[in-house]
């Protein structure tokens, strides 16, 4: 077996021996559920790489005795998932439990491809798993998505990762046969990032690296991973601190920090367009009202990053970025409709429409007054008519606070003190 890459050999075959994803695989985890039971809906496994969603698929077939086919969204095409469907059908015998179909890196098969799955997931021909890197929400359609649960599974901690490494040096074969001392593991953990697949790639590096006796320090991880080192790694743990880096820049209204971490993101590969989705949800959460121009700019920058791509888009990007950056910040909108969906989703009475602002499309809604006193804002002097627009339960009760410590915002609560007086105060 010489030739099986370590994370291969040590790939767990149980769930006892799954390092890591305590609240999935734990005492009362969902996946503890489906071995109990032998129930198991069609779900998605979305998280970093090297955090086991392959092997979390192959454990729940083998541990349930399920048939098991698997595509590989980069390879595969509509003509691979016709002919495992109809595989899969003529697995299905009399009651038995539908096989599985695990399709890694989901988020790349296209609407056709996904498309091509929805019917044989509804009909039970297989039960799906996927496995993506990606958020599902965005990547996946919806359709197929309200078909599946999602579990996200979390980068490894330093004591994941410590135990994986006690399990490498104790149990392979190999590794069992050098003479490997461990004085120092943060480097060794530190380059893994939370990835089971790159600290067990790690360790075979620096043991391969010199005959007889390794002694593992920082140090000598250092020196061996020296050549490999990325700035940025668009499937590790760096992707998250640096996405989340240039955000918080943004927002704070930095925009050399901001370009910087743009700049590590894109000479690492990122997807321009993941940037450029990034971008608007900026200009709406944390510019808003104080410059609706963002939205608009972010926008426009969203659509030329798909008409026009790399290498261009990075200008287009950056200009974005830094006016994004320079821009006044305000969360008002934000924090209003965060605000009123709080209160729609706690508030279970049905709270009625005030009747003046009922359509009558019939008689008998009009006899009953639907319509009755509404007041056509625009035969009023300035374009406005006091009346109420709350149900009468909520009436007064204020979701927009606008910020007055910037001038756009200030302005509009001028404007709304003028029309409502105190009735918003």
Same mark, same amino acid.
């Given at each position: 077996?010489?030739?099986?890459?370590?994370?291969?050999?040590?790939?767990?075959?149980?769930?006892?021996?799954?390092?890591?994803?305590?609240?999935?695989?734990?005492?009362?985890?969902?996946?503890?559920?489906?071995?109990?039971?032998?129930?198991?809906?069609?779900?998605? *496994?979305?998280?970093?790489?090297?955090?086991?969603?392959?092997?979390?698929?192959?454990?729940?077939?083998?541990?349930?005795?399920?048939?098991?086919?698997?595509?590989?969204?980069?390879?595969?095409?509509?003509?691979?998932?016709?002919?495992?469907?109809?595989?899969?059908? =003529?697995?299905?015998?009399?009651?038995?439990?539908?096989?599985?179909?695990?399709?890694?890196?989901?988020?790349?098969?296209?609407?056709?491809?996904?498309?091509? *799955?929805?019917?044989?997931?509804?009909?039970?021909?297989?039960?799906?798993?996927?496995?993506?890197?990606?958020?599902?929400?965005?990547?996946?359609?919806?359709?197929?998505?309200?078909?599946?649960?999602?579990?996200?599974?979390?980068?490894?901690?330093?004591?994941?990762?410590?135990?994986?490494?006690?399990?490498?040096?104790?149990?392979?074969?190999?590794?069992?046969?050098?003479?490997?001392?461990?004085?120092?593991?943060?480097?060794?953990?530190?380059?893994?990032?939370?990835?089971?697949?790159?600290?067990?790639?790690?360790?075979?590096?620096?043991?391969?690296?010199?005959?007889? =006796?390794?002694?593992?320090?920082?140090?000598?991880?250092?020196?061996?991973?020296?050549?490999?080192?990325?700035?940025?790694?668009?499937?590790?743990?760096?992707?998250?601190?640096?996405?989340?880096?240039?955000?918080?820049?943004?927002?704070?209204?930095?925009?050399? %920090?901001?370009?910087?971490?743009?700049?590590?993101?894109?000479?690492?590969?990122?997807?321009?367009?993941?940037?450029?989705?990034?971008?608007?949800?900026?200009?709406?959460?944390?510019?808003?009202?104080?410059?609706?121009?963002? *939205?608009?700019?972010?926008? %426009?920058?969203?659509?030329?990053?798909?008409?026009?791509?790399?290498?261009?888009?990075?200008?287009?990007?950056?200009?974005?970025?830094?006016? *994004?950056?320079?821009?006044?910040?305000?969360?008002?909108?934000?924090?209003?409709?965060?605000?009123?969906?709080?209160?729609?989703?706690?508030?279970?009475?049905?709270?009625?429409?005030?009747?003046?602002?009922?359509?009558?499309?019939?008689?008998?809604?009009?006899?009953?007054?639907?319509?009755?006193?509404?007041?056509?804002?625009?035969?009023?002097?300035?374009?406005?008519?006091?009346?109420?627009?709350?149900?009468?339960?909520?009436?007064?009760?204020?979701?927009?606070?606008?910020?007055?410590?910037? %001038? %756009?915002?200030?302005?509009?609560?001028?404007?709304?003190?003028?029309?409502?007086?105190?009735?918003?105060?």
């Amino acid at each position: 077996m010489p030739n099986i890459p370590l994370a291969e050999r040590l790939r767990p075959r149980t769930i006892d021996e799954y390092i890591g994803q305590e609240h999935l695989v734990g005492k009362n985890g969902v996946f503890r559920k489906f071995f109990e039971t032998g129930n198991v809906p069609s779900f998605i *496994l979305w998280g970093p790489p090297g955090v086991g969603k392959t092997t979390l698929a192959k454990i729940v077939a083998t541990q349930l005795e399920r048939p098991f086919f698997t595509l590989s969204a980069v390879t595969s095409g509509v003509k691979d998932v016709r002919e495992v469907i109809e595989s899969a059908r =003529k697995q299905r015998f009399f009651d038995q439990k539908a096989p599985l179909l695990f399709i890694d890196e989901i988020h790349r098969f296209n609407k056709s491809q996904q498309d091509s *799955l929805l019917g044989a997931v509804e009909q039970g021909v297989f039960t799906l798993i996927g496995a993506t890197t990606e958020n599902p929400s965005f990547e996946v359609i919806s359709p197929l998505l309200s078909r599946c649960q999602v579990y996200i599974l979390k980068s490894l901690e330093d004591k994941d990762l410590q135990t994986l490494l006690d399990r490498a040096l104790t149990t392979d074969t190999e590794l069992k046969e050098r003479d490997i001392e461990v004085t120092e593991t943060g480097a060794l953990f530190r380059f893994s990032g939370g990835d089971a697949r790159k600290l067990l790639n790690i360790l075979e590096i620096v043991v391969g690296a010199t005959d007889g =006796k390794v002694t593992i320090t920082d140090r000598y991880v250092t020196d061996c991973l020296q050549q490999n080192i990325a700035l940025y790694d668009k499937n590790g743990e760096q992707h998250y601190d640096v996405i989340s880096a240039f955000i918080k820049s943004v927002r704070g209204s930095d925009p050399n %920090a901001a370009i910087y971490y743009l700049a590590r993101m894109l000479a690492g590969g990122e997807e321009p367009r993941f940037l450029a989705r990034r971008l608007v949800i900026l200009a709406s959460e944390d510019i808003g009202l104080a410059n609706p121009n963002a *939205l608009l700019l972010a926008n %426009a920058c969203f659509d030329t990053v798909h008409k026009i791509g790399m290498p261009e888009a990075r200008i287009t990007l950056a200009e974005t970025t830094i006016y *994004l950056a320079t821009s006044p910040k305000s969360n008002s909108a934000y924090m209003a409709i965060n605000k009123a969906m709080s209160l729609v989703e706690r508030d279970t009475t049905n709270r009625p429409v005030p009747l003046h602002l009922r359509n009558a499309p019939t008689r008998l809604m009009d006899k009953a007054g639907y319509g009755k006193g509404y007041k056509y804002a625009h035969d009023y002097a300035g374009h406005f008519a006091e009346q109420e627009f709350l149900p009468e339960s909520l009436s007064g009760t204020k979701f927009y606070e606008p910020d007055t410590q910037n %001038a %756009a915002e200030a302005k509009i609560a001028e404007r709304m003190a003028q029309l409502w007086k105190d009735k918003y105060q």
